[in-house]
């Protein structure tokens, strides 16, 4: 398979799309974006700085006037043509997508692609739900409340997942009649850029803009930039404090989804009337193995009752090592690439670092030294207390470390010792334990009995340091991208 079977984007050698149109930095500088499973270039992209960030978030306010007066109904319809067009597209998309991202095109990338094109249609179904309130102050009074956009947002997302989220950031942001200036990550901005060729023409120019370029370049300008009223930021937990101190001076409105060492904890109920096959297959997907563990709600930390420890983990070793590992394009492979050799680096050394202190492998090994490919395989490691390195910080990697656990308090206070407070994952059938631990486990999103991801109407945030606000449902846009504004009239005759 050559890099000629998947069409690029025509802005490959434009890098920005700003005020409806495609933009060169003014430096010519590039950036080269690579496929991870072939460790080969696949195109150059502009490396925009503070100079495009700039002219993008002037487009930005030029057009937000005419677009904050838009109809909400109008606003929605728009969004929808955009899902519309992308699921047209959306072959083609995850194609772009499994390229640059490492991710999988049979298991995850078209499901991202037709994923991303349910985000914009929620949103554009939704977008007439911005209502206000009127209040009962008295006869003589007449007092409403409405909903109002921030301006202009700056939104910054990650190389992981860049089309969903990009596509979350976008509905969101439009949808209530906010502008934007979105910035991917430089290793993943193709299947935005491919976005951005699809919305040519549908929104006014400067309603939508896309920079490429470095975080700590363009991604840092558009986080301080002065014009910039709302910051929408996902990714690591260290850069996320790094943008809070940036917002912070001016006192723009910020959103943060960041990072997470989320629990999965079995009881022995979970496993009982034929379910062992299902709970072992959902506690794998938990761990997000098919996306190569990068994910930041990634049930990464395994607790396990002591009870069903020697039924169970063998089981759920068996559904994560039957994933194929290999190159994302190919249409039988389960199981791509991490993102560079960075990230392959860090994984390599948390698995080495514990190895080294004597952990045990169920499934996996320490990744080689020298990769032809960035494929680690799936990884379960025991013989590991919950307060070793590996245990506490997210490896973003396809590694889970389980350990054991005999009663219901020690399982809550192993999974609640973390300064992540993001998202998990609780396997059992008792109603009454249900409700003890949703209550108890410090995390913005539980699953209960099943591992899947994020669905457009849910409420998606978490506590702790894994972030602030939500996102994903209309209400969370309402709290996070508008603000309340009073009206108060004196209706009284001869006032």
């Known amino acids: 398979?050559?890099?000629?079977?998947?069409?690029?984007?025509?802005?490959?050698?434009?890098?920005?799309?700003?005020?409806?149109?495609?933009?060169?930095?003014?430096?010519?500088?590039?950036?080269?974006?690579?496929?991870?499973?072939?460790?080969?270039?696949?195109?150059?992209?502009?490396?925009?700085?503070?100079?495009?960030?700039?002219?993008?978030?002037?487009?930005?306010?030029?057009?937000?006037?005419?677009?904050?007066?838009?109809?909400?109904?109008?606003?929605?319809?728009?969004?929808?043509?955009?899902?519309r067009r992308l699921e047209e597209n959306a072959e083609e998309v995850a194609r772009i997508l499994a390229a640059e991202s490492g991710n999988a095109i049979k298991t995850?990338?078209?499901?991202?692609?037709?994923?991303?094109?349910?985000?914009?249609?929620?949103?554009?179904?939704?977008?007439?739900?911005?209502?206000?309130?009127?209040?009962?102050?008295?006869?003589?009074?007449?007092?409403?409340?409405?909903?109002?956009?921030?301006?202009?947002?700056?939104?910054?997302?990650?190389?992981?997942?860049?089309?969903?989220?990009?596509?979350?950031?976008?509905?969101?942001?439009?949808?209530?009649?906010?502008?934007?200036v979105l910035k991917p990550a430089e290793d993943a901005p193709l299947a935005i850029l491919k976005l951005a060729e699809l919305a040519d023409g549908?929104?006014?120019?400067?309603?939508?803009?896309?920079?490429?370029?470095?975080?700590?370049?363009?991604?840092?300008a558009l986080a301080s930039h002065p014009g910039v009223d709302k910051v929408s930021f996902t990714g690591s937990s260290e850069v996320g404090k790094l943008i809070g101190h940036a917002t912070a001076d001016r006192i723009a409105k910020l959103t943060l989804e960041l990072g997470g060492k989320s629990p999965t904890i079995v009881f022995p109920d979970a496993i009982e009337n034929g379910r062992l096959d299902s709970t072992a297959q959902q506690v794998a997907n938990a761990m997000r193995f098919a996306r190569q563990g990068q994910s930041c709600t990634a049930g990464s930390r395994l607790f396990v009752h002591?009870?069903?420890?020697?039924?169970?983990?063998?089981?759920?070793?068996?559904?994560?090592?039957?994933?194929?590992?290999?190159?994302?394009?190919?249409?039988?492979?389960?199981?791509?690439?991490?993102?560079?050799?960075e990230r392959y680096g860090e994984i390599r050394a948390f698995v080495a670092e514990a190895e080294a202190q004597g952990?045990?492998?169920?499934?996996?090994?320490t990744p080689v030294e020298d990769p032809s490919g960035f494929s680690p395989n799936p990884t379960i490691?025991?013989?590991?207390?919950?307060?070793?390195r590996i245990a506490r910080e997210e490896v973003f990697g396809p590694v889970m470390v389980a350990i054991p656990f005999e009663t219901e308090a020690e399982a809550i206070d192993m999974a609640n010792d973390t300064h992540y407070g993001l998202a998990a994952f609780l396997f059992t059938h008792d109603v009454s334990r249900i409700s003890r631990l949703t209550r108890a486990i410090d995390a913005g999103w539980i699953q209960v009995n099943q591992g899947g991801g994020q669905i457009p109407g849910m409420s998606y945030g978490g506590t702790k340091q894994s972030g602030t606000g939500s996102e994903y449902s209309i209400e969370g846009a309402l709290e996070a991208y508008t603000y309340r504004k009073c009206i108060t009239i004196n209706i009284k005759e001869g006032a």
């Open 306 to 341: 002591k009870d069903i420890w020697d039924v169970l983990m063998p089981k759920v070793a068996e559904k994560s090592a039957a994933l194929r590992v290999g190159d994302a394009l190919d249409p039988d492979v389960d199981m791509g690439a991490v993102i560079n050799s």
């Open 381 to 388: 490691i025991t013989g590991v207390d919950n307060a070793w």
């Open 202 to 220: 549908l929104f006014p120019p400067g309603v939508l803009n896309v920079v490429t370029g470095l975080g700590g370049e363009a991604g840092a």
């Open 359 to 365: 952990a045990s492998f169920l499934i996996g090994e």
């Open 108 to 180: 995850q990338a078209r499901g991202e692609a037709m994923g991303a094109t349910g985000v914009l249609k929620y949103y554009g179904g939704v977008a007439v739900e911005q209502k206000g309130e009127t209040l009962p102050l008295g006869p003589d009074l007449f007092s409403y409340s409405t909903r109002e956009p921030h301006g202009v947002v700056g939104s910054i997302i990650p190389w992981n997942s860049p089309l969903q989220l990009g596509c979350v950031k976008i509905s969101m942001a439009l949808a209530t009649g906010n502008c934007l």
């Open 1 to 83: 398979m050559t890099l000629l079977e998947y069409k690029l984007p025509e802005a490959g050698l434009a890098g920005s799309y700003i005020n409806g149109a495609w933009h060169w930095p003014d430096d010519g500088r590039t950036l080269t974006v690579e496929n991870p499973s072939r460790r080969e270039p696949i195109c150059e992209v502009g490396r925009g700085t503070g100079d495009e960030i700039d002219i993008a978030v002037g487009a930005a306010r030029a057009a937000l006037p005419a677009w904050r007066a838009l109809a909400a109904s109008e606003r929605g319809g728009l969004l929808s043509e955009l899902g």
